[in-house]
Structures are given as structure tokens and as C-alpha cells.
């Protein structure tokens, strides 16, 4: 047994061993939880650093595509020569693809029946192009001319519009040197002899007169130097079509096949199928009202006595492939060839009201009768459409801009992409 002041000390001593362990114990958790607390405030500053310095990836990924929009207008608009044929190519070998199939089917070899597609549409467009080349020269020389008559025309208007003007007496020689003189209205004077009117100098013109000589020179000389660019682009045009009706199927189909990550492969090309079927038939039946609208005016024109009634009816024929925008540009190219055959008188609106009565037969009945309501388009978004793409490609993007956005339309149904934006545009007025 322990002596009793023995186990005191004893006691003593493990209890100041106990209160050093409790201290060090201390010491250590109130440094750890100093270090802890110091490693979350480095941990929050340094994210809120790369907070500061990181883009946010929304914002990236929207610049990054608002600088490929930019870059493809940009592309687009400054190699529109090479664009236009490509895309003109496409289109018209989608709308004939169909029938090549279908003569496929029979037997017939898709080199034979693109040849003959090329040949049944190529010609008939020749024999009318050397019909209609002698009164489009005509016209294309009479464009300084026809400038020349209208502004005489707006002179001799604007003369007979304007207020006349009361005769004022001419103060003599003698009044205007000596002043105002009371006695001289009772003196008797000489007639004065009558002067010669002030001729304008040499070379003077009138110069509206003068700008539209020179604005008709200018798009003659335009037109000249156009026609080699509009030479190679035809060809480009033709070998394309020739190129994509015969290899453009088997490339497709291999396209499909030997990439890995296509899904879906059959639904694919039941899609594509689709797509230029749909596509080839509202082209012809769009192609068909036009030409017969053409017809109708160049009759009804001819009937009137309106000079080349079959060209102004092929020029509406045309610009009918732009809707709103092609017959109002129309009804303005028949008021100046009113102008220039009739003058200006009640005359002159004949040609352009003929063609208002046709368009408004054509537009209100055939057009939603035989293409329905499942190619509507809604008018405010396709003048949008069509406004684009004349300030993108000119004259070739007017014309090109409806079926580009009908074949726009059809991708977008078969593959169910975009379904807000076909909602937008088929919604009605």
C-alpha cells in the first residue's frame, strides 16, 4: 500500500498532466480551425478571381454565332457570282430529280432522261429568248431616249400646271435711267423693237435631262459588261444540273452509308425523297400558273394593241415569282410602256390595269385553289424574306428567295427541327 502523501502526489501530479493534455488539446484545434478558416477564405477568394476572369460560356457560345452569321452574310454577298448558279443548280435539280427516278424505275438510264429534261426545258426558253432579243434591244436602246421623252413630258406638265402670271409693264429706257417721271405717260414714244430671247449657252442641258441620258448609257454599259460573268455562270448552271440529276442520288445514298454517326439512315432518305418531291411539285405548279399568267397577259395585251405584248407578258411572268413585290414592279414597268406608246393620257394606264385585272384573277383564285393551304406562308415574313435576299443576290435573290424559304420550310418538317419557326412562318395574316 501507498504511504497516503504518496497517493496525493501522485494525484497531483496526474491531474496537472490531465490539464497540460486538455491545453495542448486546445491549443491545437483553435490552430487547425485557424487554418481551416483561412484555407476557405483563400478557397472563396481565389474562385471569386476565377469568377472575375471567366467568360461566362452562354455569352461565348451566342458571340460565337452571332461571328458565324456575320461571316456567312459576309460570304454570301461577296461571292454571290459563284453562289447564285450553285444554289439555282440545286433547286432546279431537286425539282427534277423526282422525275429522273421515276424514270429509272422504267429502265431508262437517269444520264438519258436528265438529257432530255435539260433538252424539253433548254429549248423552248432558247426559241423564246431569240424571239424576245430585237424588241428587248429596242428597248434597251431606247432607255436614253425614253429618258428624254419622259422629262419632256413632266416639263411640259409641270408648265401647264403652273399658276399664269399677269403681264407687267416694261419700264422704258428713258424711265429707267431718269427714275419716275410724272409728265412722261403724255409724251409719245417709238415702239420699242422686241428683243431676241436669251438662248442658253453652248453645251448647256437641262440637267435631269442630262442625268437620265446618262443614267440609261450607264445600265446599258452594265449589262454589256455583265454578259461574260452571266456566259460562264450559265454554263456553271447547266453542268451542275447535268452533274447532280445523274451522280447526285448514288452520292447521296453513299453519304449516308458510310458516315458512322448519321442515325436513323432509312428515315434519312425517306425524308430527302420527300423533301424534293414536295418541293418539285409546288416549283412546277408555281412555274405552270406563272407561264400561264404570262399567256394571259401577252393576250389580253396583244388584244389592247400594246406594243411586244409578248415581251411585257413574259417580264410579268418572271417577276410573278416574287409575290407582292414582282406584280407591283409589273404594274410599274406597263404604266412606262403606257407612257411611251400612248403619252400621257387616260391611255397610258390601260397595259397596267389589264395586268392588275389578271394578277387579281390569278392571285385570289387559281394560285389558293391548286396549291391549298398546306404551302401557306405568312405575306409579312415572305416580303421580309424576299427583301433580304434582293439586298443580298440582286434580281437572282428576289426570284430565288420564295423557293428557298419553301425548301427551308420542307426540311424542317421532315426532319422535325425548328418547329417554332415553321409555326411563325405558316401562321396566318
Known amino acids: 500500500m501507498y504511504h497516503p502523501k504518496c497517493l496525493t502526489l501522485h ?15 486546445r491549443t491545437i484545434t483553435r490552430s487547425e480551425n485557424r487554418e481551416q478558416i483561412n484555407y476557405s477564405q483563400l478557397r472563396m477568394a481565389v ?6 476572369n471567366t467568360v461566362n460560356p452562354l455569352t461565348s457560345n451566342s458571340a460565337q454565332r452571332w461571328l458565324l452569321a456575320l461571316a ?7 461571292a454571290r457570282s459563284l453562289f447564285i448558279p450553285v444554289v439555282l443548280a440545286l433547286l432546279l435539280a431537286s425539282v427534277l430529280s423526282p422525275l429522273v427516278n421515276q424514270a429509272q424505275k422504267r429502265h431508262i438510264p437517269r444520264s438519258v432522261s436528265a438529257f432530255v429534261l435539260l433538252a424539253l426545258i433548254g429549248l423552248p426558253l432558247a426559241v423564246l429568248g431569240i424571239e424576245l432579243a430585237e424588241p428587248a434591244q429596242k428597248w434597251m436602246k431606247r432607255l436614253p431616249e425614253l429618258g428624254m421623252e419622259l422629262s419632256a413630258e413632266f416639263d411640259s406638265l409641270t408648265s401647264s400646271l ?7 409693264p416694261e419700264a422704258g429706257p428713258e424711265s429707267s435711267d431718269r427714275g419716275f417721271d410724272l ?4 409724251r ?13 449657252s453652248n453645251g448647256e442641258q437641262d440637267p435631269l435631262r442630262a442625268q437620265l441620258v446618262k443614267g440609261g448609257i450607264e445600265v446599258l454599259v452594265s449589262l454589256l459588261g455583265a454578259a461574260p460573268i452571266l456566259l460562264v455562270q450559265m454554263l456553271t448552271f447547266l453542268v451542275l444540273v447535268l452533274f447532280q440529276l445523274i451522280f447526285g442520288k448514288r452520292l447521296y445514298e453513299s453519304a449516308i452509308e458510310l458516315f458512322p454517326r448519321m442515325r436513323e439512315k432509312r428515315r434519312a432518305v425517306l425524308a430527302v425523297t420527300r423533301v424534293q418531291r414536295e418541293l ?17 397577259t401577252s393576250l389580253v395585251l396583244w388584244l389592247l394593241q400594246v406594243e411586244d405584248a409578248l415581251l411585257w407578258g413574259v417580264v410579268v411572268g418572271l417577276l410573278n415569282f416574287a409575290p407582292y413585290i414582282g406584280p407591283l414592279a409589273a404594274i410599274c414597268i406597263l404604266g412606262v410602256a403606257g407612257l411611251v406608246q400612248f403619252g400621257f393620257t387616260w391611255a397610258a394606264l390601260i397595259p397596267g390595269f389589264a395586268y392588275f385585272c389578271v394578277n387579281l384573277v390569278e392571285a385570289q383564285f387559281v394560285t389558293p385553289l391548286v396549291l391549298g393551304r398546306h404551302m401557306r406562308l405568312n405575306p409579312l415574313i415572305l416580303v421580309l424574306w424576299i427583301i433580304f435576299w434582293g439586298w443580298l443576290w440582286g434580281a437572282a435573290g428576289v426570284l430565288l428567295a420564295v423557293p428557298l424559304l419553301v425548301s427551308l420550310k420542307l426540311v424542317a418538317q421532315q426532319f422535325g427541327v425548328l418547329d417554332y419557326w415553321v409555326r ?4 396566318r395574316a
Not at 494525484?11 to 493534455?21: G, P
Not at 411563325?424 to 401562321?427: E, M, P, S, T, V
Open 280 to 296: 418539285s411539285r409546288y416549283v412546277l405548279t408555281v412555274s405552270l400558273i406563272n407561264a400561264g399568267l404570262a399567256i394571259a
Open 47 to 52: 474562385m471569386a478571381g476565377q469568377e472575375e
Open 424 to 427: 411563325l412562318i405558316q401562321a
Open 188 to 200: 409719245d414714244r417709238e415702239p420699242e423693237p422686241d428683243r431676241p430671247p436669251a438662248k442658253a
Open 72 to 78: 456567312m452574310l459576309y460570304t454570301l454577298y461577296f
Open 183 to 186: 409728265f412722261a405717260w403724255f
Open 162 to 168: 403652273a399658276p399664269a402670271k399677269a403681264p407687267q
Open 11 to 25: 494525484q497531483q501530479f496526474i491531474h496537472s498532466q490531465t490539464n497540460t493534455l486538455r491545453y495542448k488539446v
